[in-house]
T-cell receptor
Framework: QKEVEQNSGPLSVPEGAIASLNCTYS??????FFWYRQYSGKSPELIMS????GDKEDGRFTAQLNKASQYVSLLIRDSQPSDSATYLC???????????????FGAGTRLAVHP | NAGVTQTPKFQVLKTGQSMTLQCAQD?????MYWYRQDPGMGLRLIYY???????DKGEVPNGYNVSRLNKREFSLRLESAAPSQTSVYFC??????????????FGDGTRLSIL
């Protein structure tokens, strides 16, 4: 089982709809979760972070975290063609055997918003 | 407001050649990272530097070396390039090492092909 899993997509949604992107993780004690957006050929760009159970809203973006289910999601309301990109989920996984707490990225979900 | 700057942006090498990828950040961040990104694999950590003067291995360090030249600069060296090292390489930085809730900021990437 991968430590951070995402559906690779593509997730295709019509313009104006809500896009829902999902991510599951393996470490029960993870505390920090991030969503990055990556346009084709570009670098990842941080768009949301969430640390507590529940919802966190920022403009058209809402991150949802459920630690009991080890599940984090990103909702994009009123999707626009400019939202078409790959969305990477990243989780800080706790390491108790020494070394560092790892920041692990999922492989990403490709979102396509069509007019 | 450059953020994280990587050079070169593109490079083609022959098997067995060596080269150094350069990275510099102007955000006064303490921690810096080198990742590689391959299709379907997400971002994988090669090496990191938690603070100036320290470097440590990440998930996939074999075939690479790094140097934290000063607080701003962190270079990645391929001593004897192999086709398996064909990838997109990203440098990133964060204010502190990810024991805390610190997101990472990425450079634009270096697209490296090994023939």
């Amino acid at each position: 089982q991968k430590e951070v899993e995402q559906n690779s997509g593509p997730l295709s949604v019509p313009e104006g709809a809500i896009a829902s992107l999902n991510c599951t993780y393996s470490d029960r004690v993870s505390q920090s979760f991030f969503w990055y957006r990556q346009y084709s050929g570009k670098s990842p760009e941080l768009i949301m972070s969430i640390y507590s159970n529940g919802d966190k809203e920022d403009g058209r973006f809402t991150a949802q975290l459920n630690k009991a289910s080890q599940y984090v999601s990103l909702l994009i309301r009123d999707s626009q063609p400019s939202d078409s990109a790959t969305y990477l989920c990243a989780v800080i996984l706790t390491t108790f055997s020494g070394g560092y707490n790892k920041l692990i990225f999922g492989a990403g979900t490709r979102l396509a918003v069509h007019p | 407001n450059a953020g994280v700057t990587q050079t070169p942006k593109f490079q083609v090498l022959k098997t067995g050649q060596s080269m150094t990828l350069q990275c510099a950040q102007d955000m006064n961040h303490n921690s810096m990272y080198w990742y590689r990104q391959d299709p379907g694999m997400g971002l994988r950590l090669i090496y990191y530097s938690a603070s100036e003067g320290t470097t440590d291995k990440g998930e996939v360090p074999n075939g690479y070396n790094v140097s934290r030249l000063n607080k701003r600069e962190f270079s990645l060296r391929l001593e004897s390039a192999a086709p398996s090292q064909t990838s997109v390489y990203f440098c990133a930085s964060s204010e502190f090492f990810p024991y805390s809730n610190q997101p990472q900021h990425f450079g634009d990437g270096t697209r490296l092909s090994i023939l």
